[in-house]
């Protein structure tokens, strides 16, 4: 009978107790865990203390090169840019004959007219779509007219240097520039001197080619007159385009090479490391559209886009270089191709630490400019 009071007694005040306590109410951003409170900012119902363990157990997972590719390939983009140019020179007369010492010449004087001819070129590289905006490089989306016609200039004055070591012209290795029917140009000088010499058709043509290559390497201009930035997405086997409005721009290498573009496309973002804290030796991965040699020709222009699905190569951090602009840049000796810049470089976990910008071609040498050198 003691036992049983005494058991009654007991039941009863815990009953008052539990009437007694009050619920426990957590205002936001915090929620009831237990008999405490605890802060969630992100509003998922876990504790903030919860996620950030959870986050730091996947940031120790190591992904594989192939993990890595499948997560990122749909977040990837072949990036084109083109450039409208407009070609001018001066127009010239033909004058052909022999010199004092007996050699067939032909001499082109400029006149006071001027050739322009309006054309376009197409330059490809990789961009990544990361938070609300497509990545990629400064240089990718710059049509640069005035390199391009150093480079034109070079390339012309080049021919001749050819010429000399025996390699016979033909009016392709001329371009696109020219608006002049080199056929009929050969057969006036020919109808004109056939009767005087041996020279032959052949001769008077690579006569004539060096001598244009030689007017073009000194008078020739380009300026840039438009161009189109484009995005295209594996999505659709790359054949609808995406019209990309730039938001921010540095400058080439050895300057800030990047370019971030607005999007609203609904295609999966990649993730940037927030400390990336990068350390020589550690691993890397290029993900990128390398352009792909039609044939076994050396000839760059013979080098098109093969629209198929990025490829990833890997590599190590090798080494940090300052720039000649001031600007840090980290060596990789991950294998790179052209097409291939713009492209996102991850460390093992899968995170982006920088955007493949620049290489050395026969060295296997190529710059990343990490993250943390965007402004």
């Known amino acids: 009978m003691e036992r049983k009071v005494i058991l009654i007694f007991m039941i009863l005040f815990s009953l008052i107790l539990i009437g007694c306590q009050k619920e426990l109410v957590c205002n936001e951003p915090y929620i009831v865990m237990g008999t405490e409170c605890c802060l969630d900012k992100n509003k998922n119902n876990i504790c903030d203390s919860d996620d950030l363990i959870s986050e730091q157990i996947d940031n120790e997972k190591e992904l594989s090169a192939s993990q890595i590719y499948n997560e990122a390939k749909d977040s990837m ?18 004058f052909s004959g022999w010199d ?46 005035e390199y391009q016609e150093e480079f034109a200039k070079y390339a012309y004055s080049s021919l001749i240097d050819y010429y000399n070591t025996g390699y016979v012209l033909t009016e392709e290795d001329l371009g696109g520039v020219i608006n002049f029917d080199i056929d009929k140009m050969v057969n006036d000088i020919n109808n004109d001197v056939r009767y005087e010499s041996d020279i032959t058709k052949e001769d008077i043509e690579t006569y004539l080619i060096v001598s244009i290559a030689e007017h073009l390497s000194y008078h020739l201009s380009i300026s840039e007159t438009g161009k189109k930035v484009e995005a295209y997405h594996r999505s659709d086997q790359f054949t609808n385009p995406i019209s990309l409005n730039l938001a921010k721009k540095g400058k080439d290498f050895p300057g800030r090479d990047y370019a971030i573009f607005k999007s609203d496309t609904d295609k999966q973002s990649l993730n940037y490391a927030k400390k990336p804290n990068l350390e020589i030796g550690e691993s890397v991965y290029v993900i990128g559209f390398p352009l792909i040699q039609l044939d076994e020709s050396e000839d760059l222009y013979e080098i098109e886009v093969k629209r198929e699905d990025p490829i990833i190569t890997s590599g190590i951090l090798s080494s940090v270089k300052i720039s000649d602009s001031g600007v840090k840049y980290y060596v990789i000796d991950a294998a790179a191709y052209f097409g291939s810049s713009g492209g996102p470089v991850f460390n093992s976990k899968g995170e982006v630490i920088g955007i493949l910008t620049a290489g050395v071609t026969e060295g296997g040498i190529n710059f990343m400019l990490p993250l943390s050198e965007l402004e």
Do not use: Q
């Not at 083109?82 to 020179?89: A, G, I, L, P, S």
């Not at 010449?105 to 309006?118: A, F, G, Q, R, T």
């Open 77 to 94: 983009f072949i990036v084109e840019t083109t450039c409208d140019y407009n070609f001018k020179y001066e127009d010239f007369d033909i």
């Open 100 to 145: 004092e010492y007996d050699y067939f010449e032909i001499n082109l004087e400029p006149n006071s007219d001027y050739v322009e001819i309006e054309d376009y070129a197409v330059f490809s590289g990789s961009g990544f779509l990361m938070g609300s905006g497509i990545y990629t490089n400064s240089h990718v989306i710059n049509c640069d007219a």
